[in-house]
């Protein structure tokens, strides 16, 4: 980062530190440019930069009491930035780990399904999350306990029960949006 | 959720915030705290009488210069690893050279000594926990607006820090001299209390402590994605 630059962003966050909206609006539009190259010279895939870039933003808000007048803004900002980054690598790993692992489970038997009900719950499901989806499969096409599913899956019991949860809420959601429009 | 409407959203609940003081400042803070408090301490716990000849001796005052220099580099180290910036390598580098120096001057004089015994060292233990702990709880209060980012090295270096002290403390007030009672109730407690700080730093700097902090974050990312 310039210097000039540097010192103008430093003046905003100081600016935003006590209060004033326009120069830390100002502020975050100007820093959101910069991460973004920032973020794409180092990551692949445009939404996966955005969804950094947006958790970068974030936790820059939350730690803006952190920086400390004097000093030069932009180490400050990229390794707030850059631990976003790492983090999001980490998440990202661990789904890929539950993915592979979901990938060797066989696949359940297709239940037959004898009414046209039936049929629509079973491609709400397929539209849930790949771990929404395979749990509610495994609980309820495959009849698995939560313990089974939690020990398969390598996961808690609560958090098998949590996901599987959400993804009945998105279920019973995509057939309230289906009546409402009907 | 569009960058632009997350920027929108910041702006209008952003309130005037209180910057953090330099990392020397608090430095400064803590180690006025702790020097006061260890004095205290040691006089009300007991310091032993020490003749001239072992404050002047050369074993005697390097143990000393060493635990102070650790104690005082790491917590300068807690304080700017907790700043987000370019850290140099030596923050967590130069505490750990004057750990192994440390280990090194406790290691020696065992070989050297030919009778050593560990002796009872319970006392010791309390009071490594009773010099140590006001000056860790007032680091820790003093770290509950830093951004911690590398949790592993500060929590690791964040307990030593605390342990030291109380280490520094025993030298005043335990009367045994023997290096294998050093090395056994004055020093692996320190080296103990550090590891398990350093595997223990998701658990108690991060979820009770920056816990909320960041939960926070992530629900408002949540809500800002929806």
Known sequence: ?182 | MKTEKLIHQLVTETQPIKPLAPPLNRFFKWVVFAFVYFTVAVYFIGARPIPIETITHPAFLFQIILILSLVLTAAISVFFLTIPNKQSVWLFLAPIALLMVWTASIAIPLFSHGDIHAGAGLKCLRNILIVGMPPGVFLFYMLRRTVILNLRTVGFLFILTTTAVGCLGTRFICRNEDPLHFLIWHYMPVILSGSLGALTAHVVLLKDYLGPHIKAMQSNMERYRK
């Open chain 1, 1 to 182: 980062m310039k210097p000039e630059l540097d010192q103008k962003l430093a003046a905003l966050l100081l600016e935003a530190q006590e209060g004033n909206l326009d120069a830390y609006e100002s502020f975050l539009k100007e820093i959101s440019g910069l991460l973004r190259d920032f973020l794409s010279k180092r990551m692949q895939g445009a939404e996966s930069i955005e969804d950094v870039l947006q958790e970068s933003l974030l936790a820059v808000h939350r730690a803006r009491h952190s920086y400390i007048p004097g000093r030069a803004l932009g180490p400050w900002l990229y390794t707030i930035s850059e631990n976003r980054m790492i983090d999001f690598f980490r998440r990202h790993r661990k789904i890929q780990r539950i993915e592979n692992a979901l990938l060797q489970i066989p696949k359940p038997p297709l239940v037959k399904l004898e009414n046209f009900r039936g049929e629509r719950v079973l491609a709400a499901v397929q539209k849930l999350p790949p771990l929404q989806r395979k749990i509610i499969e495994l609980l309820k096409l495959s009849d698995m306990s939560v313990k089974e599913v939690a020990t398969l899956l390598k996961m808690t019991e609560s958090a098998v029960k949590v996901t599987a949860f959400r993804g009945y809420s998105v279920i019973r959601k995509l057939f309230g949006n289906e009546q409402s429009e009907n």
